[in-house]
């Protein structure tokens, strides 16, 4: 039997592995993590080289290593050197120096040997420990589990997007799983829907390849915030309030509205308007009131005006729903786990414990570690809470 059992490899499941290991809660030989990829942070890597995000928007502090420092003194090795580069005033490191530092800590802990390639679509407690079973029939038996599923496998298409997708529409939200960066770059015009990072790094990146011939398509003027919630959500300052909230309902209103939602910082804003003042780059700030594809042409009315594009790519977020929950509803039934009127699990304020043995990080964790429980520093957190319980 293994002792932990941790469902999902990005960045959430990695964090807590490595605070697993090297705090001596566990050894490599009794950790195993389970994703269908086939090694860790695949969708992280995936999703930020799609966009082409140079650097990170967290400083540098936020890593998956448990010395805050440990990135910053990877910068500086042999081995780090080459990639260390930080933009701006809080040292956010380069992506490559970020990837690589993770790739050095997991050759460290030798996080290979824990990993099993494979989906979970059930999980069913025996006595005293929790029974894993894997979509291909591959089954086992696990102490504790840990649920650290990101939001990533969801991407949010909006409706009439949707409807024109069924209809053949040449239509993409940037996180696909299949997308093709050929037909990208073959397509004659293109459409970047949305406003966050995830839009405007896109909108940047296709400007380049097809200057003049690339809109963006954003329902509001750029928001700009320098990170995706105040830095007092990183600490007590926020924090201390928060967790005197008894209400859950009251807390996910919190969390909404602390979220900078669609927000860019200031850097990305710039570059937008340097493209867009080449010709490069055409910015619309409208939203779609009717949608059309006729000819292989996709058609979009707009509340002042119209367009037309050959392919639209949607860079317009992820579900809100909690991850898992499809192949968990009947675990969630027979151990009577809790889940607040969101839907998100009710956890222990001190271990994220949702079912005896059971725990959840990341996106299913946030009634308890707040706004940036979804972000490195909340995978920094919620791993504390899980390797500290008493
Ligand atoms: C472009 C972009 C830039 C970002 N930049 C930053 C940043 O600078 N700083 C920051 O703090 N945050 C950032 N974030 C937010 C956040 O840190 C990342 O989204 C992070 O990757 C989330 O990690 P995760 O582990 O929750 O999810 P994921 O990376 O999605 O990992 C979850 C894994 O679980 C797997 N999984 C799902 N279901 C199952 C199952 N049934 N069985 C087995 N495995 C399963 C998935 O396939 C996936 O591999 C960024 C996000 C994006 C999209």
Redesign the pocket.
Known sequence: MIDWTI???????CTLANYLLKSKRTTISNLAI????PEP????KR??KT?E?PF???PSI?HLDIDPFSLEKFAKSENGKSDAHFYGPYDRPSISLFNKHCDSLFHEIQLVNSWIQ????QLVRKKQQWHIKLADGRQFDSKNVVL??????HPFLPLWANDLRNEGAPINHI?DDKISTDVIKSTDNILVVGGG??AIHTALKLSKIHPGRTKLLTRHPFRIHQFDSDPGWLGPKHMNSFKKVTSLTKRRQIITNARYRGSIPKELKLQALHEERQGKLDIIIDEVSEAFYENNEIKLNLLTTSISTNRILLATGFHATP??FN?LTSTIENEGLHCATCGYPIVSETSLEWGQNLYVI??LAELVIGPVS????G?RRGAEKIVNQS
């Open positions: 469902i999902g490899g990005g960045i959430q499941g389970v994703d269908p990829h942070l695949y969708t992280w999703c930020t966009i995000m990170l928007r967290s936020h494979g989906r979970v679509d650290a599923m990101g939001i990533s496998e996180y990072i995830s991850p898992g192949w990341g996106a979804r972000n490195i520093s995978a």
